[in-house]
């Protein structure tokens, strides 16, 4: 045991703060309902029935000017505001499926104005399709996150599964409730990138409890005190490596967003929200519920045993 994690954990006590972190944790995730219920989520053609039209302009190009050859080849049709993504492309999403031919004329129209160069791509979804991916998706996270959390009793105990479940819903939540709040578009990508999260978060949490599964052969838990002092010891232990590892990762991810494409942008983004918020979970949350529900386990040994002892 290092005498700088000793040293740290005498200085700082993270789990004697655990009541700061939850309600921290609490005003995000109510917050982040309130904006769900209110805004909604930006659903994206995978998971709303329509079609996507991605534009490759090849040069300098006006959405105002698209935006107007798209209402004269389809006057009667609702479809968002042509938007601009890097310096040559653009895209728009209609709330149903146009025929083909109705997107090549918006084509051809626009290598009318700005020359050959210009190519389309489009993706279309059925009504009942999205309906589908809506489920599957939802499915998906939910038997990933149950899955990993029943793994994790069996191989260590029950109360670290249950903590660890908490702390992964925690985890998938916030950057659902952050592309809320800041309109971006939910797709495919950020299904594959919230699973992404999910094993990233684990990882952390499962090197933190395991550390504290070795420091318990060699510190004895009689108390609550004690308890609490092996938890905040074996956090200061591993917070080295938790920070290393998540900011490793996350400068990748921040430099995909600048440097990267449109189209794994918003898998980028949910990767920096779900990093920061796993990191935080792992270290602030997850260890601390263990406390809490061993904290209870306890004192209801403590009051078992109580009449026995008189």
């Known amino acids: 045991m290092s005498y700088r994690a000793l040293e740290y954990a005498d200085k700082y006590n993270i789990v004697k703060n655990r009541k700061k972190f939850f309600v921290i944790s609490w005003i995000i995730l109510v917050l982040g309902l309130l904006s769900m219920f209110t805004l909604g989520l930006n659903l994206g053609v995978d998971f709303k029935a329509g079609t996507r039209l991605d534009m490759y302009i090849g040069k300098e190009f006006s959405t105002t000017d698209i935006d107007a050859i798209v209402r004269e080849k389809l006057p009667e049709t609702h479809f968002t505001d042509v938007t601009a993504y890097g310096e040559k492309q653009a895209f728009t999403r209609f709330e149903e499926t146009i025929p083909p031919e109705k997107l090549t004329e918006i084509e051809q129209a626009l290598i009318a104005k700005y020359g050959d ?184 040994k403590r009051f078992s045993t109580a009449p026995n002892e008189s």
Not at 269 to 275: A, Q, T
């Open 117 to 300: 160069q210009v190519t389309k791509q489009e993706s279309t979804v059925d009504p009942i399709i999205a309906q589908e991916l809506v489920r599957n998706a939802g499915l998906a996270i939910l038997f990933a996150a149950l899955g990993i959390a029943i793994y994790v009793a069996f191989r260590f105990q029950f109360l670290i599964g249950v903590a660890c479940a908490i702390a992964l819903l925690h985890d998938v939540f916030i950057p659902i409730a952050l592309f809320s709040v800041f309109r971006l578009e939910v797709d495919l990508t950020f299904i594959a990138a919230i699973l992404t999260i999910v094993g990233y978060s684990l990882n952390d949490t499962i090197v933190i409890f395991d550390r504290i599964r070795e420091n318990e052969r060699t510190m004895k838990t009689k108390t609550i005190e004690d308890l609490e002092h092996l938890v905040n010891v074996s956090l200061w232990q591993t917070m080295r490596r938790s920070v290393f590892t998540v900011v490793t990762v996350l400068a990748t991810a921040v430099a995909i967003v600048f440097l990267g494409s449109e189209g794994i942008r918003n898998f980028s983004l949910v990767l920096i929200f779900g990093l920061l918020s796993g990191s935080y979970s792992s270290i602030f949350i997850a260890a601390q519920i263990w406390v809490s529900l061993k904290k209870r386990e306890m004192n209801k």
